[in-house]
């Protein structure tokens, strides 16, 4: 049970587009259309900001989106705004009743 | 209103036990499996158990296997995590989420500190 690899940090200028990966394997996010994205603002709860991929939870602006291609996950934040700045966690199913977390990435709006 | 309420943190000794509790209410408990996922200080998140929506299922990450039990009680709409043979790295703020690996963690509860300390 690895950890998912995601960069520490990202930044972006307000209105600007920002991507963060999420990079697993053939076993985990290669193999199955479970990968949800965590947004994460210091001293609060995770929120869930995208699942299955590609899909927004009611409530999570548009401007959030979700991708994958092979092993790599793909979080888009676009229309950057200040309150996006946050730490930003990916998962995924890795078999067997088993989940994996990203090590998470810190966004930082300049 | 979906409310997810932990309990049962506290400092315990290397070799110790402690019991989490997670009290659910807003849905219908027995239609999602629940999970557990904890939290270092300063650190990222880490996946640490599951248990499907009748109890019939459950997974657990190698870190904790053999020491840590998860279970769930429908009369009282409530998810648990019996933890053995504590150990220092065992330190951290554990979150109780509705759903699974497979479905999505959503929403999370704010969690009960556990601090293993001599």
């Known amino acids: 049970q690895s950890a998912l690899t995601q960069p520490p940090s990202a930044s972006g200028s307000p209105g600007q587009s920002v991507a963060i990966s999420c990079t697993g394997t053939?076993?985990?996010?290669?193999?199955?259309?479970?990968v949800s994205w965590y947004q994460q603002h210091p001293g609060k709860a995770p929120k869930l900001m995208i699942y299955?991929?590609?899909k927004r939870p009611s409530g999570v602006p548009d401007r959030f989106s979700g991708s994958k291609s092979g092993n790599t996950a793909s979080l888009t934040v676009s229309g950057l705004q200040a309150e996006d700045e946050a730490d930003y966690y990916c998962?995924?199913?890795?078999?067997?009743?088993?989940?994996?977390f990203g090590g998470g990435t810190k966004l930082t709006v300049l | 209103e979906v409310q997810l309420v932990e309990s049962g943190g506290g400092v315990v000794r290397p070799g110790g036990s402690l019991r989490l509790s997670c009290a659910a209410s807003?849905?219908?408990?027995?239609?999602?499996?629940m999970s557990w996922v904890r939290q270092a200080p300063g650190r990222g998140l880490e996946w640490v158990s599951t248990?499907?929506?009748?109890?019939?299922?459950?997974g657990y990450a190698d870190a904790v296997k053999g020491r840590f039990t998860i279970s769930r009680d429908s009369a009282k709409n409530s998810v648990y995590l019996q933890m053995n043979s504590l150990r220092a790295e065992d330190t951290a703020l554990y979150h109780c989420?509705?759903?699974?690996?497979?479905?999505?963690?959503?929403?999370w509860g704010q969690g009960a500190l556990v601090t293993v300390s001599s």
């Open positions: 989420a509705r759903g699974t690996p497979y479905t999505r963690f959503d929403p």
């Open positions: 807003g849905f219908t408990f027995d239609d999602y499996g």
């Open positions: 248990i499907n929506w009748n109890g019939g299922s459950t």
């Open positions: 053939s076993s985990d996010v290669g193999a199955y259309n479970y």
């Open positions: 299955e991929v590609t």
């Open positions: 998962s995924s199913y890795a078999g067997s009743n088993m989940g994996v």
